[in-house]
């Protein structure tokens, strides 16, 4: 059962969530457990489809209504050759929000708010935020250097301010936030919400293996390492022997090794051989990403699923933000999101004190 609402934003008001915070789409993290129980606690959470085959993302979609009655999300790949097919999806289920971790064509932006859906891509520049706030983008989330996963090198404290005075949709701000301080430094930076993942993986509804969950609480503010060698594009990942390992491995040791998991991805993801050769061709053009790129790219999924699902930190990898070293317990959402909002609020109120009237 969430608290009462303490803090109204233009988030809230736009989605319908009682706090701003968000629970951003992680994949094989952010199921229909996790996001239920954000749902619950009155945040806004998001499914993260990357990693799902559109039955499972239906499944996972039809789980989330029967655990809660609240406005959730579902993160989306623009990039993806099934794009417009899930967004019928969520179309069909009523499904309130729409994330993207790529900025999605104008004609998808229009086709999920023709249908009341809120879009909210997820972006790293400023060029990226006024281009998807002129396609119609209701919101946008940034994520700064600090956050987990692909990320830029602009720290989030920079990255505020310079898309708030961008564009005149409503920010979200992530990339280095688990507390009550962070989303009060959020707010008076002109952001209406933060979002968090490794707080959201570190929390007792996150379906993470519990020996997992234990080796980031192990982490220190050094703990995390951003490398190309995983799939092409900076990643920000929790430095384990395995990525050690990766950031030496020669060139025709790695070929092999991406070529592998490359037939791994193809046949979790259930494509057939056309399906997987178009689904790269549409991430490519996207992306802009080399062919060598993109054949690392199908590493991802599964180097993630041994990490984060099957618990193998010798063949997986651990996304991470660098707050995981600032991190050392495991709430229940509801317990995170009602201590973060009341820290803030405090915080808010100690500041609008020191005002001379």
């Given at each position: 059962?969430s608290?009462?609402?303490?803090?109204?934003t233009?988030?809230?008001?736009?989605?319908?969530?009682?706090?701003?915070?968000?629970q951003?789409?992680?994949?094989?993290?952010?199921?229909?457990r996790l996001?239920?129980a954000?749902?619950?606690a009155g945040?806004?959470g998001?499914?993260?489809?990357a990693?799902?085959?559109?039955?499972e993302l239906?499944?996972?979609?039809?789980e989330?209504?029967?655990?809660?009655d609240?406005?959730?999300?579902?993160?989306?790949?623009?990039?993806?050759?099934d794009?417009s097919?899930?967004a019928?999806?969520l179309?069909?289920?009523g499904?309130?929000v729409?994330?993207?971790?790529?900025?999605?064509?104008?004609e998808?932006?229009?086709?999920?708010?023709?249908h009341?859906i809120?879009?909210?891509?997820?972006i790293?520049?400023?060029?990226h935020?006024?281009?998807?706030?002129?396609?119609?983008a209701?919101?946008?989330?940034?994520q700064?250097g600090e956050?987990?996963?692909?990320?830029?090198?602009?720290?989030t404290?920079i990255?505020i301010?310079?898309?708030?005075s961008?564009?005149?949709?409503?920010?979200i701000?992530?990339g280095?936030?688990?507390d009550?301080?962070g989303?009060?430094?959020a707010?008076?930076?002109?952001?209406?919400?933060i979002g968090m993942g490794?707080?959201?993986l570190?929390?007792s509804d996150?379906a993470?293996?519990?020996?997992?969950?234990?080796?980031?609480?192990?982490?220190d503010?050094?703990?995390?390492?951003?490398t190309?060698?995983a799939?092409?594009?900076?990643?920000r990942?929790?430095r384990?022997e395995?990525?050690?390992?990766?950031?030496?491995?020669?060139?025709?040791?790695?070929?092999?090794?991406?070529?592998?998991?490359?037939?791994?991805?193809?046949k979790l993801s259930?494509?057939?051989?056309?399906?997987?050769?178009?689904?790269?061709?549409a991430?490519?053009?996207?992306?802009?990403r080399?062919?060598a790129?993109?054949?690392l790219a199908a590493n991802t999924?599964?180097?993630?699923?041994?990490?984060?699902v099957?618990g193998?930190?010798?063949?997986?990898?651990?996304?991470a933000?660098?707050?995981?070293g600032l991190i050392?317990?495991l709430p229940?959402?509801?317990?995170?999101?009602t201590?973060?909002?009341?820290?803030?609020?405090?915080?808010?109120?100690?500041?609008a004190?020191?005002l001379?009237?």
């Amino acid at each position: 059962m969430s608290i009462p609402q303490v803090i109204r934003t233009r988030l809230t008001e736009l989605t319908g969530v009682d706090h701003p915070i968000v629970q951003t789409g992680m994949g094989w993290v952010s199921g229909a457990r996790l996001v239920s129980a954000t749902a619950n606690a009155g945040g806004l959470g998001f499914l993260a489809s990357a990693t799902m085959t559109i039955e499972e993302l239906e499944r996972s979609i039809e789980e989330v209504l029967e655990r809660t009655d609240r406005p959730f999300g579902v993160n989306l790949r623009a990039d993806a050759g099934d794009a417009s097919a899930r967004a019928e999806l969520l179309i069909r289920k009523g499904v309130k929000v729409a994330s993207f971790a790529l900025a999605p064509k104008r004609e998808l932006i229009e086709k999920l708010k023709e249908h009341g859906i809120v879009v909210i891509p997820s972006i790293g520049a400023v060029r990226h935020a006024e281009k998807v706030a002129a396609w119609g983008a209701d919101a946008v989330m940034i994520q700064g250097g600090e956050g987990g996963g692909h990320t830029g090198a602009i720290p989030t404290s920079i990255l505020i301010p310079s898309v708030v005075s961008a564009v005149d949709i409503p920010v979200i701000a992530a990339g280095g936030f688990y507390d009550g301080r962070g989303l009060a430094s959020a707010l008076a930076s002109g952001a209406v919400g933060i979002g968090m993942g490794t707080r959201f993986l570190l929390t007792s509804d996150s379906a993470v293996p519990d020996e997992i969950k234990r080796r980031y609480l192990e982490a220190d503010l050094a703990g995390t390492v951003v490398t190309t060698k995983a799939d092409g594009m900076p990643h920000r990942l929790l430095r384990t022997e395995f990525i050690t390992e990766l950031e030496q491995q020669s060139g025709v040791k790695h070929l092999l090794s991406t070529a592998r998991r490359s037939l791994e991805f193809k046949k979790l993801s259930g494509l057939s051989w056309p399906e997987f050769v178009r689904d790269g061709a549409a991430m490519k053009q996207a992306s802009g990403r080399s062919l060598a790129q993109m054949a690392l790219a199908a590493n991802t999924p599964m180097l993630l699923k041994a990490g984060l699902v099957d618990g193998d930190t010798q063949a997986g990898m651990l996304a991470a933000g660098q707050v995981v070293g600032l991190i050392d317990d495991l709430p229940s959402c509801d317990e995170l999101i009602t201590r973060t909002v009341r820290e803030a609020a405090g915080y808010l109120t100690a500041a609008a004190a020191l005002l001379v009237h």
